[in-house]
């Protein structure tokens, strides 16, 4: 691979577009401290200075569009949303302008991820010529993680579940990670998952 220069555009990709199969209705519109878990990310990658912010909906997208009314995102959506999560990832990809050097790839419901912990990962790309930065929670290898460019034609090329796991393991030889707590890992897939983080958060 060529060498990596520091990247100048660094956009967010936010996978929101799942059925919510086990939670029983559509966990991106549910809400934490007053706002649905999908603009709760949303905000956390504006606030990190990402752009452009693309925002991949499916199940229910209509009403997904509407709890992000007024943000500043690019909204796209994978109409195949019952599908593999590399379909989202790949919609969104494709959207990212040319000026765009590395996107910050995250879940919508991994509700305790901040703007900070985004910014996070930019400073180290720019900090050193890694092709990808990967947040580590204990063993565990998690989104968010960002991606540069010359990474993008493997993520494509890539089928199934989760954020590009093949592709980070292929270069987790010469990626930057940066180490996170445990229990900043936690999802939100069942009601009782929400429950937890709900009462974690004082709602």
């Known amino acids: 691979m060529p060498p990596q220069t520091e990247p100048r555009q660094v956009a967010g990709v936010i996978l929101a577009a799942g059925a919510s199969r086990r939670m029983g209705r559509n966990k991106m519109l549910l809400e934490l401290e007053g706002e649905s878990l999908v603009r709760r990310a949303a905000r ?3 606030a990190a200075g ?3 912010v693309v925002v991949v909906l499916g199940h229910e997208a ?3 569009r509407a709890a992000l009314k007024g943000l ?10 019952t599908g593999p ?3 989202s990832l790949h919609r969104a990809l494709e959207r990212l302008p ?3 050097d590395a996107a910050v790839v995250m879940l ?3 509700v305790f991820v901040t703007a900070a912990m985004l910014s996070d990962l930019v400073t180290a790309a720019r900090s050193g010529a890694a092709p990808l930065v990967v947040s580590r929670y204990g063993d565990v290898t998690a989104p968010p993680l960002l991606f540069r460019r010359a990474l993008f034609p493997e993520l494509l090329a890539w089928t199934g579940e989760g954020c590009g796991k093949p592709v980070v393991r292929a270069h987790s030889h010469e990626a930057r990670f940066i180490d996170r707590p445990a229990d900043l890992l936690a999802d939100v897939d069942t009601p009782e998952d929400f ?3 709900a009462a974690q958060l004082g709602r």
């Open 62 to 64: 209509d009403l997904a």
């Open 108 to 110: 919508g419901d991994m």
């Open 44 to 46: 956390r990658a504006l």
């Open 50 to 52: 990402l752009a452009p």
């Open 98 to 100: 040319a000026a765009v």
């Open 72 to 81: 500043p995102l690019d909204l796209a959506v994978n109409p195949d949303f």
């Open 195 to 197: 429950a937890a983080v």
């Open 85 to 87: 999560t590399s379909g």
